[in-house]
């Protein structure tokens, strides 16, 4: 199998976004739902795990479609920018949603064993699409977002096992993996997120959509019932973030967010900086090493750029090692707001008293997660208008 490289530094990721921007308005809009296979892709840009690790930034992103292509010419690959922050906020409104999947994921890896799941991890079904997708997420750690779809859906509804057991393994495997897009986007499949309305993959779009590579006619339930689940949880007050301190301050950076340059105005008083990955936190059983290995390289290449930028030394840190270090530096702690998920949890155990600066984009987006996407959506033209 031809896999897909991802570029784990900025230089890297910002060579693929100059790359990609001429094709981000007609191509994308008339080819993203199309998977012509590895090393075919030209109508997706595979930015997501930069993107994820905010090695380049969602506003970098919407710049440069808008530049190349203006706001009517560039709208499908911009709500698609959105929806990552549409998700984002949907959880840090509703963190119960989190910590209600961990609870099912947990009791699902504990009692469901056997040769059904045993099969769907391994790629060895018998639906000749759905294997090759368990190949190409297990190799290259991605997979294109029309995939992942029709993968949950087959995992649920035709193997019929659980959905949170399917999260949790595409999410041990994924580069650009984070907890609300794969935790939300598996509870829209399963008909959970959207109460009733479920996402059914069938063999003729399946067929359309990989231009022939597959077509699994007669090999998926293609009529099933959504799940039942309790309605989501309410929504709460947004935590506000944290102001910087007036004077000296220690940078604790993350994978959630890696790029330094942009979080702290110009000219501020970093004495220390060090940066934490914990990608193993993401589930009970650890992820892929391909996953560690990229997180580790995106917060290495991070560390190299805060410390050419604010010329103080930065190291990279075991979590159990952070207290030692912001003791030595006796300065207020800043870090960069980390939403819902596994590094928000490792970093309030830290034990350490941290100021969680959050970015603008996310103070303007996060709020307007009330309802479904498209109610969202009408914002954008306005998001874009204050944020850019």
């Known amino acids: 199998m031809t896999c897909e490289i991802f570029p784990a530094d900025r230089a890297g990721a910002l060579r693929r976004l100059s790359d990609f921007t001429p094709r981000m308005g007609r191509d994308y809009a008339e080819g993203r739902n199309s998977d012509p296979g590895p090393g075919r892709r030209r109508d997706v840009s595979r930015l997501s795990p ?34 990552r922050s549409y998700w984002k906020g949907w959880l840090e409104l509703r963190p119960g949603a989190w910590h209600a999947y961990q609870a099912e994921r947990d009791e699902a890896l504990a009692a469901t064993k056997g040769e059904a799941p045993d099969r769907a991890m391994t790629g060895s079904t018998g639906i000749a699409c759905f294997d090759a997708w368990v190949a190409e997420l297990t190799e290259a750690g991605w997979l ?12 649920i509804f035709t193997l019929r096992l659980p959905w949170t057991l399917g999260a949790d393994f595409m999410l041990r495997h994924l580069l650009d993996g984070d907890a609300a897009s794969n935790t939300l986007s598996w509870r829209w499949v399963a008909g959970i997120q959207t109460p009733g309305k479920h996402y059914v993959a069938r063999a003729e779009n399946i067929r359309r959509h990989t231009l022939g590579r597959f077509d699994p006619a007669g090999e998926l339930d293609e009529n099933p019932l959504p799940l039942a689940a309790p309605l989501p949880p309410p929504v709460r007050p947004l935590r506000q973030p944290d102001a910087l301190p007036d004077g000296p301050l220690a940078l604790l950076l993350h994978e959630d967010d890696l790029h330094p340059e942009s979080l702290l105005p110009p000219g501020a008083p970093v004495a220390a900086i060090a940066g934490v990955a914990v990608p193993e936190a993401r589930s009970p059983l650890g992820c892929a090493p391909a996953v560690a290995e990229y997180a580790r390289s995106a917060v290495a290449d ?81 998001l874009i208008e204050t944020l850019l």
């Open 302 to 382: 991070s560390l190299a750029r805060a410390a050419a930028r604010f010329g103080a030394d930065a190291v990279a840190l075991a979590p159990a090692d952070v207290a030692g270090w912001a003791a030595s530096h006796g300065v207020p702690v800043v870090t960069p707001w980390a939403p819902t998920g596994w590094t928000a949890e490792v970093l309030t155990g830290l034990g350490v008293p941290l100021r969680r600066v959050r970015r603008e984009w996310d103070s303007a987006c996060w709020p307007l997660a009330t309802k479904g996407f498209f109610a969202f959506r009408e914002s954008i033209p306005r």
């Open 50 to 83: 930069a993107v994820r690790h905010r090695l380049v930034t969602e506003a970098e992103l919407v710049r440069a479609a808008l530049d190349a292509h203006g706001a009517r010419g560039t709208d499908k690959f911009i709500q698609e920018v959105f929806w």
């Open 144 to 155: 294109h977002n029309h995939v992942r779809m029709w993968f949950a859906s087959i995992w």
